[in-house]
C-alpha cells in the first residue's frame, strides 16, 4: 500500500471493520443455515398435503373444492424445454417466433464476446460496472 494510501485509512481501523464483517456474514450464514433447514421441513409437510389434496380432487374429478377454510384450486403446469438447440433457433427464425425466448443476455458469454470481439457492439446495449469488496478469513486465526 502506498504512503499517500496508508494516511487516508489511518483513522479507520481496517482489522475491525474486517472482524466485525466477517463475524455478520458468519451470523448471516447461520440464520440463513436454520432458516432453510427449517423451511425445507414447511415444504416437505406441504408437499405431502398437496400430494393428498390432489388424489381427492382427482378422485372427484373436480379441479376446485372449496371448504370452510379456503379453496383448493387443481392446475396444470406445463414446463417447457429442448434437448436440440440447434433446430430450436431454426424453428423460432422460420417462424418469427422470437418471444419464445427469454430477453436477458447470458451475463458471462457477453463478457467473453466483448473482450474477444472489442470492435464489435450491438446497439442498445447497456453496461454498468460497480466495484464489490469481498473480504477473506484469514488463515491465521
Same mark, same amino acid.
Given at each position: 500500500?502506498?504512503?499517500? =494510501?496508508?494516511d487516508r485509512v489511518t483513522s479507520v481501523d481496517l482489522d475491525k471493520l474486517t472482524t466485525i464483517y466477517i463475524k455478520i %456474514?458468519?451470523?448471516?450464514? @447461520?440464520?440463513?443455515r436454520v432458516? +432453510?433447514?427449517? @423451511? &425445507? @421441513? *414447511?415444504? /416437505?409437510?406441504?408437499? !405431502? *398435503? +398437496?400430494?393428498?389434496? *390432489?388424489?381427492?380432487c382427482k378422485e372427484m374429478k373436480a379441479d376446485s373444492i372449496r371448504t370452510p377454510h379456503g379453496t383448493i384450486i387443481r392446475s396444470v403446469k406445463s414446463r417447457y424445454w429442448t434437448n436440440d438447440? @440447434?433446430?430450436?433457433?431454426?424453428?423460432?427464425? /422460420? &417462424?418469427?417466433?422470437f418471444g419464445l425466448l427469454e430477453?436477458?443476455?447470458?451475463?458471462? &458469454?457477453?463478457k467473453d464476446f *466483448?473482450?474477444?470481439?472489442? /470492435?464489435v457492439l450491438p446497439l442498445g446495449l447497456? =453496461?454498468? &460496472?460497480?466495484?464489490? !469488496? !469481498?473480504? %477473506?478469513r484469514s488463515k491465521e486465526k
Amino acid at each position: 500500500m502506498d504512503e499517500e =494510501v496508508k494516511d487516508r485509512v489511518t483513522s479507520v481501523d481496517l482489522d475491525k471493520l474486517t472482524t466485525i464483517y466477517i463475524k455478520i %456474514r458468519d451470523a448471516r450464514a @447461520d440464520s440463513k443455515r436454520v432458516f +432453510e433447514a427449517e @423451511d &425445507n @421441513d *414447511l415444504k /416437505e409437510q406441504m408437499e !405431502v *398435503l +398437496e400430494a393428498q389434496m *390432489l388424489d381427492v380432487c382427482k378422485e372427484m374429478k373436480a379441479d376446485s373444492i372449496r371448504t370452510p377454510h379456503g379453496t383448493i384450486i387443481r392446475s396444470v403446469k406445463s414446463r417447457y424445454w429442448t434437448n436440440d438447440w @440447434d433446430s430450436m433457433y431454426d424453428f423460432i427464425q /422460420e &417462424n418469427g417466433a422470437f418471444g419464445l425466448l427469454e430477453k436477458r443476455l447470458h451475463q458471462t &458469454n457477453m463478457k467473453d464476446f *466483448l473482450s474477444e470481439n472489442p /470492435e464489435v457492439l450491438p446497439l442498445g446495449l447497456n =453496461v454498468e &460496472n460497480s466495484y464489490s !469488496v !469481498v473480504v %477473506r478469513r484469514s488463515k491465521e486465526k
